[in-house]
């Protein structure tokens, strides 16, 4: 049997995954990249998108996230999430109210902190509906 790799997922609120896995694979800022087992030390950035869970072969779980910090090391991955909301539980309604509220800050927006806050609100929202396709 392969060695697994401890998978913790946290946010603000709890602490969403924390299990053995094959591998993880996170969005992170300067691209996707898969974590297994005996995986050498980094840490990164991680920009707004989908967390794949592999175990048994399969995407067992996926869980998008709103960007935040990843952590790897010879035995485990730990990704500090800024937010996180499982694929499965995000719905075209959902994206598409939070694209539209991304899209109306962007045009009320007036000063340069505003416009940066409304420009990451777009790239959450535009991640989070690409995660329902």
Do not use: W, Y
């Not at 697994?4 to 995954?17: N, T």
């Not at 998008?64 to 800024?82: H, I, P, S």
């Amino acid at each position: 049997m392969a060695e697994k790799i401890k998978f913790e997922l946290v946010s603000p609120a709890k602490l969403l995954v924390s299990a053995a896995v094959d591998m993880v694979v996170v969005p992170g800022s300067e691209g996707d990249f898969g974590a297994m087992a005996q995986h050498a030390p980094m840490i990164t950035t991680v920009r707004p998108g989908v967390i794949d869970i592999h175990d048994g072969g399969k995407i067992g779980n996926r869980i998008f996230v709103a960007g935040g910090f990843a952590e790897v090391n010879e035995e485990r991955v730990t990704v500090l999430a800024e937010e996180a909301i499982p694929v499965a539980d995000i719905t075209a309604d959902m994206a598409s109210a939070r694209l539209q509220e991304a899209r109306e800050a962007i045009a009320d927006a007036k000063t340069d902190a505003e416009k940066a806050v409304a420009a990451q609100r777009l790239l959450i929202a535009t991640a989070l509906e690409a995660a329902t396709h």
